[in-house]
């Protein structure tokens, strides 16, 4: 099979061998996926992760169980064992023994086959197309914040970050009523905010005056974290996305003195993802900068890289 490999360096295999499901699995056949921040971060060293790429995808189930064989599914990403205290207790993406797809222990999905889990699985409705499928995983990862923390009509929040994933956490809190404003420093990112009627500020623009309720950190970079303290108030919350491969300089003592609440936020409800894009809630179209073939991966890698792009499919097996 064709894959996009990570050992150190990044490359194209044309004949890598196919991946090999386990008694548990699914084997699916990848129609799109998307380069996200993390996988920008893992050919920088982050998780110290070898394998193939990937793990934001749509594909269709080639062989498993008769009951999943030719769905049209998304998978998330944490696969776990059942078994541990975590799991038991319900907090499955905390599972002691888990692999995660494309980022820690486990081949991903920027591949012809990935082997996945069945209880990983999710059928998608034939009204969400392939484009809008792939932004399955990280649209999940954005309404985790608002499973995570109260946030109504009376929040005053922003969004620091207009990349792929600030972009979707914008349109999220934004259906709660809130009072929000989006922070970054790229225009072409501000202005497809301000185009969703989202109140848009470039950070040289910004006056911190740690007034937020809420402040969400999808910045992708280490310094994010020291700018979301800037602007949260005393005993609010950070939700903390970011996840870096080098680590940054941080002075933490404002978390302390002010007392604010940080959260870290990672996966998220894929039913309530997939049930938004059904409804055409959430704008991912509008998203999407770029497709390359598989077999152009260093070039879709470059252009994710490209600050004025915010999302990078790959097409790899189109319907």
Same mark, same amino acid.
């Given at each position: 099979?064709?894959?996009?490999?990570?050992?150190?360096?990044?490359?194209?295999?044309?004949?890598?061998?196919?991946?090999?499901?386990?008694?548990?699995?699914?084997?699916?056949?990848?129609?799109?996926?998307?380069?996200?921040?993390?996988? =920008?971060?893992?050919?920088?060293?982050?998780?110290?992760?070898?394998?193939?790429?990937?793990?934001?995808?749509?594909?269709?189930?080639?062989?498993?169980?008769?009951?999943?064989?030719?769905?049209?599914?998304?998978?998330?990403?944490?696969? #776990?064992?059942?078994? *541990?205290?975590?799991?038991?207790?319900? =907090?499955?993406?905390?599972?002691?023994?888990?692999?995660?797809?494309?980022?820690?222990?486990?081949?991903?999905?920027?591949?012809?086959? &990935?082997?996945?889990?069945?209880?990983?699985?999710?059928?998608?409705?034939?009204?969400?197309? +392939?484009? $809008?499928?792939?932004?399955? $995983?990280? =649209?999940? %990862? %954005?309404?985790?914040?608002?499973?995570?923390?109260?946030?109504?009509?009376?929040?005053?929040?922003?969004?620091?970050?207009?990349?792929?994933?600030?972009?979707? #956490?914008?349109?999220?809190?934004?259906?709660?009523? *809130?009072?929000?404003?989006?922070?970054?420093?790229?225009?072409?990112?501000?202005?497809?905010?301000?185009?969703?009627?989202?109140?848009?500020?470039?950070?040289?623009?910004?006056?911190?005056?740690?007034?937020?309720?809420? #402040?969400?950190?999808?910045?992708?970079?280490?310094?994010? =974290?020291?700018?979301?303290?800037?602007?949260?108030?005393?005993?609010?919350?950070?939700?903390?996305?970011?996840?870096?491969?080098?680590?940054?300089?941080?002075?933490?003592?404002?978390?302390?003195?002010?007392? &604010?609440?940080? /959260?870290?936020?990672?996966?998220?409800?894929?039913?309530?993802?997939?049930? %938004? /894009?059904?409804?055409? %809630?959430? +704008?991912?179209?509008?998203?999407?900068?770029?497709?390359?073939?598989?077999?152009?991966?260093? $070039?879709?890698? $470059?252009?994710?890289?490209?600050?004025?792009?915010?999302?990078?499919?790959?097409?790899?097996?189109?319907?």
């Amino acid at each position: 099979m064709r894959a996009i490999v990570f050992d150190g360096a990044l490359r194209f295999e044309p004949n890598r061998t196919d991946a090999k499901p386990g008694d548990e699995d699914c084997l699916v056949r990848v129609h799109l996926a998307g380069i996200c921040a993390t996988d =920008l971060h893992i050919i920088q060293g982050y998780m110290s992760f070898t394998g193939v790429l990937g793990h934001e995808m749509v594909g269709r189930v080639v062989s498993g169980p008769p009951e999943w064989r030719d769905r049209r599914v998304v998978c998330e990403i944490s696969c #776990v064992c059942r078994e *541990c205290e975590m799991c038991l207790a319900g =907090l499955a993406n905390h599972c002691r023994k888990r692999t995660v797809l494309g980022i820690d222990g486990r081949d991903g999905c920027f591949a012809d086959l &990935v082997a996945v889990p069945k209880r990983n699985l999710q059928v998608l409705p034939d009204v969400i197309s +392939d484009e $809008e499928a792939v932004f399955v $995983e990280p =649209l999940a %990862a %954005a309404y985790q914040v608002v499973a995570q923390c109260a946030i109504d009509g009376r929040t005053n929040a922003c969004v620091l970050g207009p990349g792929r994933l600030g972009l979707l #956490v914008a349109q999220v809190l934004a259906s709660t009523g *809130c009072r929000l404003t989006v922070i970054g420093r790229n225009p072409k990112k501000l202005l497809l905010c301000e185009k969703k009627g989202i109140q848009a500020i470039h950070i040289d623009e910004l006056v911190p005056r740690q007034d937020r309720d809420v #402040v969400v950190e999808c910045t992708g970079s280490p310094e994010g =974290l020291n700018t979301a303290m800037q602007l949260v108030r005393p005993r609010g919350t950070i939700v903390l996305k970011s996840t870096c491969a080098k680590p940054g300089s941080l002075n933490l003592a404002p978390i302390v003195i002010h007392e &604010v609440n940080l /959260l870290g936020s990672r996966c998220g409800p894929f039913p309530e993802a997939i049930n %938004a /894009l059904a409804r055409q %809630a959430v +704008d991912v179209r509008s998203l999407i900068s770029r497709t390359f073939p598989i077999d152009q991966a260093l $070039e879709a890698f $470059e252009a994710a890289q490209n600050p004025d792009n915010v999302k990078i499919l790959l097409k790899i097996n189109p319907r």
